[in-house]
């Protein structure tokens, strides 16, 4: 049976968000394979990823960037600000805690999105979302360690991450009504590459990667999982319905369960399985029920 015109894009871009999915969700393991297994510096990575990154996304938007305003760079750096408390925290986390946990716990921040914009913007809070991040809240219970009486440092860092990412799809969201995406993106970028080099001369010196795997990793999140999956992404959101890509993309942290298993041997006890299933479902209720500010992650982020 053949599809319509009209249906045959949707499938295809249908197809386009699940890949997306899985391509950040394999990040999580080459990064905290470089930051951990390799020893290479954080910062350095983020610095190195975002150059390349800002460089080709320069390149590919480069007809939009004219005629950018003060308004718009200042916009632009106020998001990249947030974006990079995001990559900075997982980054750190990554060092520490294994690649599975991070992407559900960097997932939480779909319910902190709402709980921003109500804090920030005034608007209401839902019965839905109250319910979902009870539901979170004891997933990340079940996930992180339930034998002890606090959270590990890996744990904290990324549930900044999570808030950091959070406050930019806020941020990005009233930003977007002043500026054009595209200005606003590599802004963001070059934002990011400024702090991360910034902190990298402070606290690391400067690192060039000398191992392969590392130079490998760090193209791989620069340009498949920024530049070409923020394009992708932009293309595909316009034709499959909002639901479905709330859905689709809420797939990354069980393809990140999947790659940390087969790939890495890292599994969830029972128990954090159970946590995983809780913020999972939490997620879902909040991306497929609506919230009063966009909830979908912005490729951006990954």
Same mark, same amino acid.
């Given at each position: 049976m053949s599809r319509s015109p009209e249906g045959a894009r949707v499938f295809w871009g249908g197809v386009s968000l699940v890949l997306i999915a899985l391509v950040w969700a394999t990040t999580f393991g080459i990064v905290r394979s470089t930051v951990s297994g390799y020893a290479f510096p954080p910062f350095a990575f983020l610095f190195w990823r975002f150059l390349l990154a800002?460089?080709?996304?320069?390149?590919?938007?480069?007809?939009?960037?004219?005629?950018?305003?003060?308004?718009?760079?200042?916009?632009? /750096?106020?998001?990249?600000?947030?974006? /990079?408390?995001?990559?900075?925290?997982?980054?750190?986390?990554?060092?520490?805690?294994? +690649?599975?946990?991070?992407?559900?716990?960097t997932g939480l921040f779909v319910l902190m999105v709402?709980?921003?914009?109500?804090?920030?913007?005034?608007?209401?809070?839902?019965?839905?979302?109250?319910?979902?991040?009870?539901?979170?809240?004891?997933?990340?219970? /079940?996930?992180?360690?339930?034998?002890?009486?606090? =959270?590990?440092?890996?744990?904290?860092?990324?549930?900044?991450?999570?808030?950091? /990412?959070?406050?930019?799809?806020? +941020?990005?969201?009233? +930003?977007?009504?002043?500026?054009?995406?595209?200005?606003l993106f590599i802004v963001q970028l070059v934002t990011v590459l400024v702090l991360s080099g910034a902190v990298m001369l402070w606290r690391e010196g400067f690192h060039v990667p000398s191992v392969n795997f590392v130079w490998m990793t760090i193209?791989?999140? +620069?340009?498949?999982?920024?530049?070409?999956?923020?394009?992708?992404?932009?293309?595909?959101?316009?034709?499959?319905?909002?639901?479905?890509?709330?859905?689709? =993309?809420?797939l990354e942290p069980v393809f990140a369960l999947f790659v940390s298993a087969f790939v890495y041997r890292e599994f969830f006890t029972h128990l954090q399985a159970t946590g995983a299933s809780l913020i999972l479902a939490a997620i879902l209720v909040v991306s497929l029920v609506g919230v009063p500010a966009a909830s979908s992650r912005s490729a951006s982020e990954s």
């Open positions: 800002s460089v080709f996304g320069t390149a590919y938007y480069f007809p939009a960037l004219k005629g950018i305003t003060p308004r718009t760079a200042w916009a632009g /750096f106020v998001c990249g600000g947030f974006l /990079f408390v995001g990559f900075a925290g997982q980054t750190l986390g990554l060092m520490t805690i294994p +690649a599975a946990r991070s992407a559900f716990l709402p709980y921003l914009a109500w804090l920030t913007l005034d608007r209401p809070l839902e019965t839905h979302i109250v319910l979902a991040a009870g539901m979170a809240a004891v997933g990340l219970f /079940f996930i992180t360690n339930p034998g002890t009486d606090s =959270l590990s440092r890996g744990d904290l860092y990324t549930l900044l991450c999570a808030l950091g /990412f959070a406050g930019q799809i806020v +941020a990005l969201e009233e +930003a977007g009504r002043l500026a054009d995406y595209r200005q193209a791989f999140t +620069a340009l498949f999982a920024t530049v070409l999956a923020y394009a992708v992404q932009t293309w595909a959101q316009q034709i499959v319905p909002a639901a479905e890509t709330a859905l689709l =993309l809420a």
